[in-house]
């Protein structure tokens, strides 16, 4: 018997959730379902493995929607007399009955045909001319016409890579598809999963052996599984120590890895990562759209607030909603109880609140009700993650919200600018570690660090941190963030990691189910971003900083919905290195910095000036 890394059990697990594998009587689906597995042909002949569950008590005077999910991680178990544990979504859609359909995209596990990373969208003149939309289209249309006693409605849903292929089916519009539910989707790799804003995050190196061999021949067992990277410590920090640069643990690990040697290839926002984002392509969709992100979402936080808002500005006719939920990648597909992330507690039972008040809702109404009227779902569905609660607006980001200024003026928060400047000494060579979780780093993705408390960072020297006084009322930073940095630095190039960061009061009760957890003064990330200077005019063609000069660097961090309470801080943290989450950048202009040596390694002196600010939405 193989003996498979720890790495890769776990990508099994956050499979397996993926899939709809959730807790549920071992016996139900096949009480109340049958199987049945088939092959449906797309234009260009391709052939794409599908699996059917069909209600029972399915009949000509009972009939059903269907509901699809698209998937790149296998469709299992395999075999019409082997079932899942559970099917759709969530347990409320199961047993309200479904036709539930599985399909394994081209090139993944028992379908045909040759997988790529976040198809292109193509102009579709022939049949050969084939994307993810096309087959999406080309399944709605066979199955509606050949499963029997279907009403003729179809949905599809998602999370994580089978939220783009939910996103991308919008395209298909096919008079049948009415509602669609793209969750954590992936929708421009540039700024989603492996980079964000062009830099490499490193602690995505595990996970390539999952998107980067292609399989020779159909088969339903995991192909790339003898390439995973077994752990060799506790310590996953030690891994990405030892490994060196970047291009060494490539040329160790990965040389055959068509993926990463495409992301090796393609160091700046060329035609390849162009073709690989969806956004420009979300035009006249005229279906009801309901975007689910998680604002602990470490894989992709930036994809649902981005499809939302693109199908808001591009398609009036769509009836789109957005959920955002204090939840890690997925999360609200299971029920913990107790919600928590890391080491912060939300409430309890919040994702049955969102699978049973809004989810369920929003398929049951589309699907089996009158999809042309409105659901009743508000717009905007947002949990406070400050305030602990969920909050709807009837749109977003919120009409109530005004942009207002925070200066970083002498390592204070403050709300003028200055003529001062804060300088730290940011060494490549002893860069400031993103976790002092150190087995977190030995995990598929990084998960726990979007939360974690910063208190490690704060008194570093290649930290700069900027704090308001102690507040006296509360104030809720609602909708976007960005920071507007003057910089200088004595080196050619640089990253720049801005982190927003609530100080709790030294008063703060403990939480007795977190006894090792000192909540008191604890330093609670909120958002936090990274973007390379070199990209600071253009991401097509990079710049090097000229040493010494005043520069405008600006880094868009993602949405929050957040209310700083009475008696807490604000704190943001400045930083130009964040390792091992991302690769470290060596100060030093060269043309490919995925190439970059230990010999490039610089150190610099890097000065924040007094007029630098976060612009952040507040709610009034």
């Known amino acids: 018997m193989k003996k498979y890394s720890s790495v890769f059990v776990l990508f099994i697990f956050i499979l397996s959730f993926s899939q709809g594998a959730k807790t549920a009587k071992s016996n139900y689906v096949q009480e109340h379902y049958t199987k049945k597995e088939l092959y449906i042909t797309m234009r260009d002949g391709v052939k794409l493995f599908t699996s059917i569950y069909t209600p029972k008590d399915i009949s000509k005077n009972k009939k059903y929607p269907i509901l699809m999910q698209r998937t790149c991680y296998s ?8 079932f899942k544990t559970s099917l759709g979504p969530n347990k409320y859609l199961m047993n309200d009955e479904y036709i539930f359909v599985y399909q394994d995209v081209r090139g993944r596990y028992m379908s045909e045909g040759t997988f790529t990373n976040m198809t292109p969208q193509v102009e579709h003149k022939t049949k050969q001319n084939v994307d993810e939309s096309t087959d999406t289209y080309d399944t709605v249309d066979w199955m509606v016409k050949n499963l029997p006693n279907n009403n003729g409605k179809v949905g599809q849903y998602g999370t994580s890579y089978p939220g783009f292929y939910t996103a991308v089916g919008l395209l298909a519009h096919h008079p049948a598809l009415v509602a669609s539910s793209p969750q954590a989707p992936i929708s421009n790799f540039w700024n989603d999963d492996f980079l964000h804003n062009g830099r490499f995050l490193l602690g995505y190196f595990r996970t390539f052996p999952v998107f980067g061999i292609q399989k020779t021949a159909p088969t339903p067992n995991a192909w790339f599984a003898d390439s995973m990277i077994p752990k060799y410590s506790d310590d996953g920090l030690k891994f990405y120590q030892d490994m060196g640069v970047l291009k060494d643990g490539v040329d160790k690990y990965y040389k055959n890895n068509f993926f990463m040697q495409e992301i090796m290839d393609h160091p700046n926002y060329d035609d390849y990562w162009q073709k690989r984002n969806l956004l420009p392509h979300l035009k006249d969709v005229n279906q009801a759209v309901l975007v689910v992100g998680g604002w602990f979402d470490a894989e992709d936080l930036s994809g649902p607030l981005n499809i939302y808002k693109t199908i808001q500005k591009t398609s009036p006719k769509a009836k789109s909603t957005i959920v955002m ?16 992330h890391n080491d912060i507690y939300f409430g309890d039972s919040i994702a049955t609140y969102y699978q049973k008040n809004l989810e369920t809702k929003f398929f049951s109404h589309y699907l089996k009700g009158n999809s042309k009227e409105d659901s009743g779902i508000p717009e905007a ?23 207002k200024d925070f200066y970083f003026v002498d390592n204070k928060i403050e709300m003028q600018p200055s003529q001062t400047f804060t300088e730290y000494y940011s060494d490549p060579n002893k860069p400031v570690v993103s976790s002092e979780n150190l087995k977190d780093f030995n995990g598929f993705t990084p998960r726990n660090y979007m939360s974690e408390d910063q208190r490690f960072a704060d008194m570093r020297p290649d930290v700069a941190t900027f704090t308001t006084d102690v507040l006296t009322e509360d104030i809720t930073f609602g909708g976007e963030l960005l920071a507007k940095l003057n910089i200088s630095s004595t080196s050619t190039d640089a990253d720049f990691i801005v982190k927003l960061i609530d100080i709790y009061p030294e008063n703060e009760p403990e939480n007795p189910d977190k006894p090792n957890v000192i909540l008191q003064n604890y330093h609670q990330m909120v958002r936090s971003e990274i973007m390379p200077a070199r ?15 005043k520069t405008i ?12 309470k009475k008696g807490h801080k604000i704190q ?45 939405d507040v709610l009034k």
Do not use: C
């Open 75 to 82: 469709v299992a178990p395999y075999g019409e007399n082997t």
């Open 325 to 340: 939920g204090p939840f890690s990648h997925g999360a609200w597909g299971r029920e913990t109880g107790k919600a928590y």
């Open 381 to 403: 569905v947002m949990f406070d993650t400050g305030a602990k609660k969920w909050r709807e607006f009837a749109e977003y980001p919120p009409k109530n919200a005004e942009k």
């Open 535 to 549: 990209f600071r005019n253009s991401i097509e063609k990079p710049e090097a900083l000229v040493p010494n000069q």
């Open 553 to 564: 660097v600006n880094v868009k961090l993602q949405d929050v919905m957040h209310t700083f």
């Open 572 to 616: 943001v943290q400045i930083e130009s290195t964040w390792f091992p989450l991302f690769v470290v950048n060596p100060q030093k202009f060269i043309p490919n910095v995925n190439l970059a040596t230990k010999a490039d390694y610089t150190k610099a002196f890097i000065k924040i000036y007094g007029d630098s600010k976060l612009e952040a």
